[in-house]
């Protein structure tokens, strides 16, 4: 629970600095406490693109941040935490994918918001969890480069006709789950459907009743009549679900399922943020232009990937 001290501060700052704060969905319970807004990569992305704010407080990780320079570059974004990185968005370089490139001629580029802006600058489009099986099938090419998650690259695969060709990369707080945790889970808790991200190990997601992005998450949890759900997902997302469904148990689907990354971000750092103005996030303009292209075209390709998904694998309904 944040202070009321804290909470007054924080809203002092904002007012001051005309600043609105994102949290995602794996935030610390206080930060998603003072956000405005907490949401997945998706969401995140749509809103810093529409805000009318001039400062916008970014909690998540580096690549979360630089998207939100990318979409309002009138604007300033700050990192509360500057060293919040994303193991699995360094995975890639723009290097790297220019020999990927020649190597498939003919094939579109798509890249995961997980990545550096240097890459999506390279890409023909972005993706996030929420939309990555609609925007895969929505581009002309037959063929389809997918960067930098190789394992929500094979969970696209079983879903579209398009040949996927998959970049070895993995988030290293999804790639601890096993299927012994979910055959633990399902002795413990044989009532309660699991629900996996679909950066999990593809047999992982395939013993799991759904596998869904962090938003996709939340709208199941929300619709359940089951009385428990075990979670296969970073831990800050019980917080999240825990506020949207207080009436239901939640299980964490594997121990240590912690990204140290959106951790950093604490209430104190917000404050140091916003009072310093510091940890500006920027890119340089011919950067900006083409990851601005790619992301703009995932907004445009799948408008309403927040609310209807396009992320729904479910086998059991509850
Ligand atoms: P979502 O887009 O599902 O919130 O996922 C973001 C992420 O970083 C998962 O590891």
């Not at 009138?74 to 370089?93: N, R, S, Y």
């Not at 992005?213 to 019980?238: D, H, P, S």
Request: charged residues 25%.
């Amino acid at each position: 629970m944040v202070l009321p001290e804290i909470r007054k501060r924080v809203a002092a700052l904002k007012r001051e600095r005309n600043a609105i704060i994102l949290a995602h969905n794996y935030q610390r319970e206080e930060v998603q406490e003072l956000a405005d807004y907490t949401g997945d990569s998706f969401e995140l992305s749509r809103i810093a693109a529409e805000s009318e704010a001039r400062v916008i407080v970014l909690c998540g990780v580096y690549f979360m941040a630089e998207s939100a320079a990318v979409l309002a570059p009138d604007k300033t974004v700050l990192l509360p935490e500057k060293d919040a990185g994303c193991p699995l968005a360094d995975m890639v370089t723009p290097e790297k994918l220019r020999y990927y490139r020649k190597m498939y001629p003919g094939a579109a580029v798509a890249t995961y918001i997980n990545s550096p802006a240097a890459v999506k600058a390279e890409s023909d489009i972005c993706v996030t969890s929420a939309n990555a099986v609609a925007v895969v099938n929505s581009l002309a090419a037959g063929q389809v480069i997918f960067v930098p998650d190789g394992n929500l690259a094979h969970f696209v695969s079983t879903q579209t006709d398009k040949e996927i060709i998959p970049w070895p990369g993995y988030c290293i707080t999804h790639y601890r789950i096993t299927v012994k945790d979910l055959e633990n889970a399902r002795r413990s808790y044989p009532d309660a459907p699991v629900i996996v991200h679909p950066e999990c190990r593809p047999e992982v997601v395939e013993s799991a009743d759904a596998a869904l992005g962090t938003g996709g998450m939340i709208r199941f949890v929300k619709e359940t009549k089951a009385a428990a759900v075990v979670v296969g997902t970073e831990k800050g997302m019980l917080s999240r679900l825990r506020r949207e469904r207080p009436d239901l148990k939640f299980h964490l689907l594997s121990p240590g399922l912690f990204c140290p990354g959106m951790k950093y971000t604490t209430a104190e750092k917000i404050i140091a943020s916003l009072e310093k103005m510091q940890n500006r996030i920027t890119v340089t303009p011919e950067i900006r232009k083409g990851a601005a292209e790619s992301l703009r075209r995932m907004l445009e390709s799948t408008p309403g990937a927040g609310s209807d998904g396009g992320d729904h694998r479910c086998r059991r309904a509850e």
